[in-house]
DNA sequence: TATTGTTATACTCTATAACTATA
DNA sequence: TATAGTTATAGAGTATAACAATA
């Protein structure tokens, strides 16, 4: 499995460098497009990645104009993250770039192993820790 | 996937503590004891490690007398990596937890995602960065 | 010349503690 | 007092270059 994800992860990434995405940055970008007004805190949960951690990826998708960090009235604590036309723009083309990715890993299942996979990965939860 | 696979790897590693192995000292003893006299570039590729990273693997399991680096005596460049006694002993411990694991993993999947899954693992490999 | 194992090193990812400004 | 975002830092994991011994 682990071998699997590697080759998956290096061929995404291949396809989203000429983006100048990571997996990450990508994952953050969809998320935010999908979700606009979305917090920190909220998208780092989502990304399963530590806020600390998170406050990087955000500085590099607003350094290059690709979302925007607005203040939450209601909450000043917070910032509410929303994509900009750029953001979107890069969004659409990332999103077809990872359909041909999706097709090359794919390529060589059958319809049915493709959707266990996905059945399967959607399975394997934190509760399995519990026993 | 990257979910899926942090999930596994969490439990293993969990399975794997009272032991003192990780996943990769796991794979690489098992890799040893399946394949006794393996050398260490040989391991390397199996595992899909750099040789220089293995180096520190191998010198913690040859530190825990759980392997044996041996000199080819065709090939004064090389070692020939074998399992102890005690080797083969964590082995067997090793294996049977790992059984555990995989029972815990695999719980909630029909037999059939099951093995949808290890042959769509299998499936996935370096070729399909050729496109 | 090329290869095996090794060392040193740098780069990325991830995790934790502590700070600020708000609530 | 707790939370959102931030900073700094430490620890893994991984990748690369260069070296000694050997082929």
């Known amino acids: 499995m682990k071998r699997a994800f590697n080759v998956v992860q290096a061929d995404l990434n291949q396809t ?14 969809v998320l935010i497009v999908d979700n606009p007004g979305l917090r920190q805190s909220q ?3 989502a990304l399963d990645v530590e806020r600390a951690n998170l406050v990087v990826i955000i500085d ?16 000043r604590r917070a910032y509410a993250l929303n994509p900009t036309l750029a953001g979107r723009r890069l969004y659409d083309r990332a999103l077809e770039a990872v359909r041909g990715h ?21 399975v394997i939860r934190r509760g399995s820790e519990g026993g």
């Not at 983006?19 to 994952?27: A, G």
């Open 60 to 75: 590099e998708l607003e350094g290059r104009d690709l979302i925007t960090r607005d203040r939450v009235p209601t909450d």
């Open 43 to 45: 998208l780092a949960e």
């Open 102 to 122: 999706e097709r090359r890993i794919l390529n060589g299942m059958d319809e049915e192993a493709k959707q266990a996979v996905i059945r399967a990965m959607s």
């Open 16 to 29: 989203l460098k000429p983006l100048d995405l990571r997996m990450v940055t990508y994952s953050a970008l």
